[in-house]
């Protein structure tokens, strides 16, 4: 039985850094590409990045292209988002999912988390 549970999300000021975790039961990540995606109400849940499973490639969506930092922990069946210069309008839920990392759909994703908020507020 797979499970994906996001956490590390929280309220950060604009500016400010926040590292979100990806960890896994009944599954090795080590084995699977890894998204990050985000969903703000109103608009379609939209790809932020992906680690890719053959070697470890990452992508990047346009908007958060060096400030996000994807990575693995295959120690601890673990994927990270590490979230440098938040801004407001990086406020969503985030949730990782297990899968292609194909143009950054969510459509090539298999598993998904619940989903972790991030609030970048003053």
């Known amino acids: 039985q797979v499970q994906l549970v996001e956490s590390g999300g929280g309220l950060v000021q604009p500016g400010g850094s926040l590292r979100l975790s990806c960890t896994a039961s009944g599954f090795n990540l080590a084995n699977a590409g890894v998204g990050w995606f985000r969903q703000v109400s109103g608009k379609e849940r939209e790809g932020v990045s992906c680690?890719?499973?053959?070697?470890?490639?990452?992508y990047y969506a346009d908007s958060v292209r060096g400030r996000f930092t994807i990575s693995r922990d295959n120690v601890n069946n673990a994927v990270y988002m590490q979230m440098n210069s938040l801004k407001s309008e990086d406020t969503a839920v985030y949730y990782c999912?297990?899968?292609?990392?194909?143009?950054?759909?969510?459509?090539?994703?298999?598993?998904w988390g619940k989903g972790t908020l991030v609030a970048v507020s003053s």
């Open positions: 680690i890719q499973r053959s070697d470890n490639s990452t």
């Open positions: 999912a297990t899968g292609l990392c194909y143009y950054l759909s969510r459509y090539g994703m298999e598993h």
